[in-house]
């Protein structure tokens, strides 16, 4: 039999070869990434928001409000950030209970905030609270996660005299630093002006490690080899290097310029706390913004130059006031 040359017949094997090949690439990319780590969130039950990456939990937002009864209340008056080890299977960060039960997490308040003629403290959280109202914004993609919370801030008979908006944006980090979190919080006076004030122990924005960590071993660091954080202000940041359950973590606290300045770091306890603080006032109708930067690493504390670059670009990044 004699077999005709067709080239109708040829273009349309052509075109069939090369739609396969296509398919085998598409299906390859797409197997690619989804074998890619990414972000996602996942909500437990109205108590909290595990932010996850690559099937691991590395931070949970714990925004639960439960004040039916006094341990309920005890346990629920204030939202803060837990960060987790690197394996996802607990917090390094501290949650109710031990030692300052109101130390939590990465966790923001004044033990004197003045509004109307009355004093709140919202640092000890006595005779009110901090309560989440609602999510603005919960994304996650192979980036980052990010999780936008409306706070109320409670006066007396549980009335507000602060919102608040709080962004917490978590990312992959590079190098030595696993995991980078960006905190911002604009904070709104209800009524009239409100007046933050405290101390550099009892107010700010900090960082508390878990309860269990070894005091004998917990190291600051600072910009500066002469430093002296109770009377220097404005550092552009501070590490902490602490040890639980025989694992080193180190955590840097990044200050942006567009924070109140006077800024006072309190870095010296064993327990671990350490964080920034300022006193300002918010008049009526406008809106304090602030942003803080955690980097969090395994280890010890690596030299200056090798975590420069995550800071100032922190550092340099546009604020978004007002």
């Keep these: 039999m004699t077999t005709r040359f067709s080239p109708g017949r040829q273009l349309l094997t052509l075109l069939i070869t090369g739609l396969s090949l296509v398919s085998l690439v598409c299906v390859a990319e797409f197997s690619i990434a989804a074998d890619e780590p990414r972000f996602s969130l996942d909500e ?9 990456y690559g099937g691991k939990t590395v931070a949970r937002y714990c925004f639960a409000y439960q004040p039916d009864t006094p341990e309920s209340l005890h346990q629920t008056y204030k939202p803060y950030l837990h960060i987790f080890d690197a394996a996802g299977e607990k917090p390094i960060t501290k949650g109710a209970g031990g030692q300052y039960t109101h130390h939590r997490g990465i966790f923001i308040g004044w033990s004197k905030i003045r509004h109307e003629g009355n004093t709140y403290d919202r640092w000890h959280m006595r005779g009110g609270e901090i309560v989440h109202k609602e999510f603005l914004k919960e994304q996650a993609d192979s980036d980052h996660a990010t999780i936008t919370s409306r706070t109320e801030w409670h006066g007396k008979d549980r009335t507000s005299i ?154 340099e990044s546009e604020s978004h006031n007002g």
Aim: with cysteine.
């Design 44 to 52: 437990h039950t109205g108590d909290c928001v595990d932010v996850n």
């Design 162 to 315: 602060l919102s608040e908006k709080r962004t917490m944006t978590v990312r992959k980090g590079v190098g030595p630093v696993r995991l980078i979190v960006d905190f911002q919080s604009e904070l709104t006076p209800t009524g009239s002006k409100v007046v933050l004030n405290g101390d550099p122990e009892h107010a700010g924005i900090q960082f508390r490690p878990s309860n269990n960590v070894d005091r004998k071993q917990t190291t600051f660091h600072f910009p500066s080899k002469d430093a002296n954080p109770k009377k220097d202000r404005d550092y552009p940041w501070v590490g902490e290097t602490f040890v639980l359950d025989g694992d080193k973590h180190t955590v840097l606290h990044v200050n942006h310029p567009s924070n109140p300045k006077e800024t006072i770091y309190s870095a010296y306890r064993d327990y671990g706390r350490f964080g920034a603080f300022f006193e300002t006032e918010i008049p009526a109708g406008e809106t304090l913004t602030v942003r803080y930067r955690f980097l969090i690493l395994n280890g010890e504390m690596p030299e200056t130059e090798v975590v420069t670059p995550l800071i100032e670009d922190f550092r």
